[in-house]
């Protein structure tokens, strides 16, 4: 019974570096058998939960850029979908652009061949409207792939801290029911 008190969810161990909590059957035979007092128990019990609380701000974090990220690789692809549609039909494309902040000047593109994508860390690099494209396409379906993952982890977390609060649950209830002194 004390090798049946303690058990991961479907025997997962752990989730991209996310330590799997243990399921405790029987608090009192889990206690027995790792030779633990409620209160070490606690202690350790509170030192996993801000663990998992880091964990939680650092994928949150992650979870606001890329939802910023899509919507701005979106505006991207429709922008080079205009310029492609504007060549085909042989018209000039119209474009306000902002200078600094508040300033703006319009530009007329015409037959365009190229774009140029802002990498990031001062990097732009020139491309064919085909090639940006396609990158961008990629960039989309890497970004949607990376918040679905995401979703994921954030949800095993929060299982494993509504686990891992099962046990300050439990002495809670034995401290008023007395029961505290048997341990």
Known sequence: MAAAAASTP????????IPAAAFVEDVEAYLRQAGLDVNSALAFLQERLQQYKIVEMKLLA?????QAKIPD????LDIVAALQAKKALGEALIADFELSEGIYSRAKIEDTNSVCLWLGANVMLEYSCDEAN???????????ASLEVLVADLQFLRDQQTITLRLPGYSTGMCTNGEASRL
């Open 10 to 17: 479907q025997g997962v161990a752990e989730r991209r570096g």
């Open 62 to 66: 992650q979870q606001r850029d890329l």
């Open 73 to 76: 690789i979106e505006k991207c």
């Open 134 to 144: 396609a990158l961008l396409k990629k960039n989309l379906e890497n970004a949607k």
